[in-house]
């Protein structure tokens, strides 16, 4: 029997790299993606050819490069000869207060987190019918509620949101689409001070970050639950529900 392939976008490292480790442990092929971390990409591809051979390749390319994207989905495609699962997890992250936004900022931020899911989307979309499959989004929950000085960031994943939502219309029967909404997961790359971090914690009602299994779980969980589609899972510890304090 052919082995499924999940293709993981921004998967050589942190929730990428679980989801990719998760989804191999299922059984799926695994087409690992990065832009700058090739080093931690290829050691994931050796740790999953370890334990299966042949089951891991690595692509990489620029999502905010509008011109690679259908070399990167074709090569997606032709690494395993099938696609059945796409992940759309690379983003930029970084604060962009209003006064300081530029056209690079613009591009940077809805290209990973927006242009390029969608663009990657299409080109994937008979490769998906065909094969029944499933879209993946990795959105935020400052989607629906914003985080000061994300304007931008917060703008493309609102419309990664609206993504998931028409796109479970357009590609159904045969494709469905969901999204994952994590709360406080990891702490950014760029360094937070203590009292930031405690103010997060603060926030959350199940008073702990979540882990990166914790989505790769739910995102096995979508990919295998048959009659779902268009929906916004957030994990987040409850954190959206908003303020904690019980007066
Ligand atoms: N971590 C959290 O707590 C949290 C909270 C809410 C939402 N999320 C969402 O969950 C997903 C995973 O989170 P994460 O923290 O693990 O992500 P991350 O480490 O911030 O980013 C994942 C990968 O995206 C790739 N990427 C960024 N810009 C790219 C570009 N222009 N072209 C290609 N790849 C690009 C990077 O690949 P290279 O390293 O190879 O350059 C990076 O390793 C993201 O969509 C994020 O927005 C995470």
Same mark, same amino acid.
């Given at each position: 029997m052919t082995s499924k392939?999940?293709?993981?976008?921004?998967?050589?490292?942190?929730?990428?790299?679980? #989801? +990719?480790?998760?989804?191999?442990?299922?059984?799926?092929?695994?087409?690992?993606?990065?832009?700058?971390?090739?080093? +931690?990409?290829?050691?994931?591809?050796? #740790?999953?050819?370890n334990l299966r051979p042949e089951s891991a390749v690595v692509i990489q390319g620029n999502l905010t490069d509008y011109e690679q994207l259908p070399s990167i989905a074709e090569k997606a495609k032709s690494a395993f000869g099938r696609i059945d699962v796409l992940v759309n997890n690379a983003s930029a992250f970084y604060p962009t207060p209003i006064g300081t936004v530029t056209l690079s900022d613009w591009n940077q931020l809805i290209g990973s987190n927006a242009q390029a899911p969608l663009f990657l989307s299409q080109r994937l979309k008979d490769e998906l019918?065909?094969?029944?499959?499933?879209?993946?989004?990795?959105?935020?929950?400052h989607a629906a509620k914003p985080l000061a000085s994300h304007t931008v960031y917060?703008?493309?994943?609102?419309?990664?949101?609206?993504?998931?939502?028409?796109?479970?219309?357009?590609?159904?029967?045969?494709?469905?689409v969901n999204a994952v909404s994590p709360g406080a997961i990891l702490w950014p790359e760029q360094p937070l001070n203590e009292d930031d971090k405690n103010q997060i914690l603060s926030e959350i009602p199940l008073?702990?970050?979540?882990?990166?299994?914790?989505?790769?779980?739910?995102?096995?969980?979508?990919?295998?639950?048959?009659?779902?589609?268009?929906?916004?899972?957030?994990?987040?510890?409850?954190?959206?529900?908003?303020?904690?304090?019980k007066a």
């Open positions: 392939v999940a293709f993981i976008t921004g998967s050589a490292k942190r929730i990428g790299a679980c #989801t +990719a480790k998760r989804l191999h442990k299922a059984g799926y092929n695994i087409v690992i993606h990065c832009n700058s971390s090739v080093a +931690a990409a290829d050691e994931l591809k050796q #740790t999953l050819n019918t065909m094969n029944n499959g499933v879209i993946i989004n990795m959105t935020d929950i917060c703008m493309a994943k609102s419309a990664l949101v609206t993504m998931t939502q028409s796109l479970a219309k357009e590609l159904a029967p045969n494709v469905r008073n702990r970050l979540g882990t990166e299994a914790d989505i790769a779980d739910t995102i096995h969980f979508l990919i295998t639950a048959p009659y779902i589609t268009g929906q916004i899972i957030a994990v987040d510890g409850g954190r959206s529900l908003g303020a904690t304090s």
